[in-house]
Nanobody
Framework: QVQLVESGGGLVQPGGSLRLSCAAS????????MGWYRQAPGKQRELVAT???????NSADSVKGRFTISRDNAKNTVYLQMNSLKPEDTAVYYC?????????????WGQGTQVTVSS
């Protein structure tokens, strides 16, 4: 079994910064991709940013230039540095990972962490 545990959410004022972390644990052979999605009230879950084990990234236009995704492959951990936060960034942020266990690949979600941007 694989678990994704997120941390780092909270309340921040507009223009502020937060750093999210997500650590994967369990019977992991490799993690081809890890990333972040978010879901605001009344909206669908959407991609924020993802990163492959080789370092390739993909991110939403709405966060480019403000959010930075990074990974520590040795620690099976992905980070999301969020700068210049806006009220519209308020959402539950979910970690997501494609994980190879044995010879098979599975997709996992974390439990989510709340990010609230408000004055």
């Amino acid at each position: 079994q694989v678990q994704l545990v997120e941390s780092g959410g909270g309340l921040v004022q507009p223009g502020g910064s937060l750093r999210l972390s997500c650590a994967a644990s369990g019977s992991i052979f490799s993690i081809p991709a890890m990333g972040w999605y978010r879901q605001a009230p009344g909206k669908q879950r959407e991609l924020v940013a993802t990163m492959s084990s080789g370092g390739s990234t993909n991110s939403a236009d709405s966060v480019k230039g403000r959010f930075t995704i990074s990974r520590d492959n040795a620690k099976n951990t992905v980070y999301l540095q969020m700068n210049s936060l806006k009220p519209e960034d308020t959402a539950v942020y979910y970690c997501n990972a494609d994980v190879v266990v044995g010879y098979l690949q599975y997709n996992y979600w974390g439990q989510g962490t709340q990010v609230t941007v408000s004055s």
